[in-house]
């Protein structure tokens, strides 16, 4: 009796051996297109699912060495002075405060789902991937994965960074007026901020990435970058201003500074890549020309390029038999 399992493995191999022999070059009409993205849509759904529930579950359980994920979000809350707290219930332990029915749950949803998709995201990137990377050439493969690598590792040094600095901010927001009011923060608007500060900390980090890939793709050059240096670290500085969700000096200055010193690692890298390219031009014999300016290749014409005679016609004069008749 044949195995069921093994003649379902077969039909789909049959299957894809006969996509790919009436479809060689992969091309795929637009309907075809649309199940694709289905499918691939579907598979990271099923993954963000799967990391929302194992992050539902790490909320309040720990991991072997790892604390649960609870105690890393109230960390920075209740490494505050403990004069400053709200701690009588529970013999004094360190707790956020609900405010309506239901809140506690919710955030541990939210949180859950969030940390689950940093856990499974190579999954549900690689669907992404998948879907994009066969309407790509080598070389455009290339890039993009590099991009998204280094991406990945900014946007998670700048959430790291943004962890470190939230106690020093808190520290920092509830100090004023400490002799009039206690720190009983409500959990939402407390997961907010620090869900908040990640992210803009995140995102922020990947600004000297797009300014290194913009020079090499030919969009920007390190002279434009250097002229625009002054500007440019202002604009820094005015948008950690307005980017940081608490508005303090603290976590807006970290957040400048960081994004400085990163622009001008960035700026740098474009100047090692506008000298090699310059060593390179100049090599080919194409310094000094403009993007829009023709390169001085020499061309012999050789007898194939010669026009071939021209023919008499039947209906009078000459044809050529190049001519499409």
């Known amino acids: 009796m044949a195995d069921p399992a093994a003649e ?6 049959a299957k894809k051996r006969r996509r790919r022999r009436h479809n060689p070059d992969g091309t795929m009409s637009l309907i075809e297109h649309i199940y694709e993205f289905r499918r691939r ?6 993954a963000i699912l799967l990391g929302g529930v194992f992050g539902f579950i790490w909320f309040q359980t720990k991991l072997g060495p790892i604390p649960s994920l609870g105690d890393l979000l109230t960390g920075p809350y209740c490494d505050l002075p403990q004069a400053d707290l709200l701690t009588a219930r529970n013999g004094g332990k360190c707790q956020l405060l609900q405010t309506v029915p239901f809140e506690a749950f919710l955030i ?3 949180v859950g789902i969030a940390a689950g998709m940093v856990v499974v995201g190579p999954l549900w990137l690689y669907q992404l991937w998948a879907f994009i990377a066969p309407g ?3 070389k455009e493969r290339k890039y993009a994965l590099s991009f ?27 100090s004023f007026g400490a002799d009039q009011f206690v720190t009983a923060l409500a959990g939402e608007k407390y ?10 900390f995140g995102v922020s980090f990947e600004l000297p990435l797009l300014v290194v890939m913009l020079n090499r793709v030919g969009v920007v050059s ?13 604009g820094l500085f005015v948008f ?3 980017a940081t969700p608490g508005n303090d000096p603290f976590s807006m200055l970290a957040l400048a500074g960081a994004l400085v010193v990163l622009f001008e690692l960035a700026i740098q890298l474009a100047r090692f890549h506008d000298r090699k390219l310059a060593k390179q031009r100049k090599a080919e014999g194409l310094e000094g020309l403009d993007d829009d300016e023709a390169a001085p290749f020499e061309y012999t014409p050789s007898s194939a390029d010669e026009p071939e005679p021209a023919q008499p016609s039947r209906f009078g004069g000459s044809k050529n038999t190049d001519d499409i008749t």
């Open 148 to 174: 998204v690598g280094f991406a990945s590792i900014l946007f998670a040094a700048g959430a790291v960074l943004a962890y470190v600095l939230v106690p020093g901010a808190l520290a920092l927001l509830v």
């Open 108 to 110: 541990q949803l939210k």
């Open 240 to 242: 950690a201003a307005f």
């Open 222 to 234: 390190y002279d434009q970058l250097k002229r625009w240096r002054r500007g440019m670290i202002f």
């Open 191 to 200: 997961v907010s901020f620090v869900l908040s500060l990640l992210l803009i």
């Open 136 to 138: 790509l050439y080598s």
């Open 41 to 46: 849509l579907g598979y990271a759904l099923l």
């Open 8 to 13: 379902k493995t077969e039909r789909r191999g």
